[in-house]
Structures are given as C-alpha cells and as structure tokens.
C-alpha cells in the first residue's frame, strides 16, 4: 500500500521561504512516479502548484521562478521549496501520486495523497 506523508510547513513572514518534504513508502519503484504538490485554501478547489515526473517537472504559472521542486536519489523523497511567499499563499499544501509516470494536473486523477501541511503567511 502506497502510504504518502507530507512536512514541513509552518509560519512565514512575507517573502520567506520554506522547503516541504513529501515521503513515499510502500513501494520499491516510487522514483518512477510522478509526485505533485496541490495546494487548497478553505471553500476553493485545489489547484496544482508543481510535479516531479522521471523526465520534467513543472510549475504553475503563479510560482514558476519563486518555487523548486526535486527528490532525493531513490525517489522516496519529493521536496518542494517554497520561496518569496506572499501573503495571498496561505494554504494546506498536500503531496499526490497516482503511481503513474506522467505528470497530471487534474486532482481528481491522484488516488494516493499525503496528510497535508499547512503554510501561513503574515504580511
């Protein structure tokens, strides 16, 4: 069973910056799957943030240049640092695999999530 545990989040002042990890256990191949970052604020839909696949990754316009996201060597491990956070960014940020290669930008395509972790941000 794929088991997904998100960190790392925590309180910021505007334009500070903090690194997320995202581990992956229950499987021997988890470097080839895609890992995405979603991030949701209460009453609105979550919106990706940015994916980690064997061969790209990717970023939503918003954070494109602010924000990077990489895994250690076996893939267990998917970091996202945050950087330059805004103070319109507070979010639950959640970890997501569907154990497939390909990064997807539909939430409703990942069957495997994290807990989420939570980012404030004061201005």
């Known amino acids: 069973q794929v088991r997904l545990s998100d960190s790392g989040g925590g309180f910021v002042r505007a334009g500070g910056s903090l690194r997320l990890s995202c581990e992956v256990s229950g499987s021997t191949v988890s470097y080839m799957y895609a890992i995405a970052w979603f991030r949701q604020v209460p009453e609105k839909e979550r919106e990706i943030v940015s994916c980690?696949?064997?061969?790209?990754?990717t970023y939503s316009d918003s954070v494109k240049g602010r924000f990077a996201i990489s895994r250690n060597k076996d893939g267990s491990t998917v970091f996202l640092q945050v950087n330059n956070l805004k103070p319109e960014e507070p979010a639950g940020y959640y970890c997501?695999?569907?154990?497939?290669?390909?990064?997807?930008?539909?939430?409703?395509?990942?069957?495997?999530w994290g807990q989420g972790t939570q980012v404030t941000v004061a201005s």
């Open positions: 997501a695999t569907d154990r497939a290669p390909a990064c997807e930008n539909d939430p409703g395509e990942f069957a495997y």
């Open positions: 980690i696949s064997m061969r790209r990754s």
